[in-house]
């Protein structure tokens, strides 16, 4: 709950204020965020310690070698169980950004697999983005006429309030080594596969 716990920013800085510090008094490290999530998703996020190896990191992900798995509870039963989208996405910012398909956005590519089905016609997807577009999973999953529950702002029109979207694993090589490190988030209740 970020009201009791404060943003991601502030467990951070408390974070950083534990550890140890240099010779002049200053924090041993900073911090760099490398990939992000939307607001209401849930997950893995992936924050550098150093400016080189945030650079080194955001170099991987341009490259496409950083892998990025998805779990997503969508409503309805998606037909074929799995498939690719690659639908461009244009992002129409205002008060609330919001990506919608168009044939003059930018290439995004999402592949979804089924691999459970939930009581009440809903289905648990897992999901990998070859690109990484603001909003892509959710607007290609609305696209497709699967919204992912909870998310009203891509048309999702049942009871709750939580976005069952989650980032499950992120597989990247290690900046300074580029050995294969994988992080794992266990998803949230309702979410397992």
């Keep these: 709950n970020r009201k009791e716990r404060g943003s991601l920013l502030d467990l951070l800085e408390e974070y950083r204020s534990r550890t140890a510090r240099d010779r002049r008094d200053n924090p041993a490290f900073a911090y760099v965020p490398v990939h992000r999530l939307d607001r209401m998703t849930t997950g893995v996020l992936l924050i550098a310690k150093t400016r080189s190896a945030a650079r080194s990191l955001s170099r991987a992900i341009a490259d496409g070698m950083v892998g990025k798995r998805y779990l997503a509870m969508v409503e309805g039963i998606p037909s074929p169980p799995s498939g690719t989208i690659s639908t461009p996405l244009e992002l129409r910012k205002g008060r609330r950004s919001r990506a919608l398909p168009s044939p003059d956005g930018k290439s995004a590519v999402s592949c979804y697999s089924a691999i459970g089905m939930s009581q009440g016609d809903r289905t648990l997807l897992e999901v990998t983005i070859r690109t990484g577009r603001t909003h892509q999973i959710r ?10 529950v909870g998310d009203r702002y891509y048309g999702w029109r049942g009871m709750g309030k939580t976005l069952m979207l989650h980032a499950w694993k992120i597989t990247f090589p290690h900046p300074a080594g580029g050995n294969a490190i994988e992080l794992t988030a266990p998803p949230p209740e309702g979410m397992a596969p």
Excluded: M, Q, T, W
């Design 139 to 148: 607007a290609h999953l609305a696209s497709i006429g699967h919204p992912v």
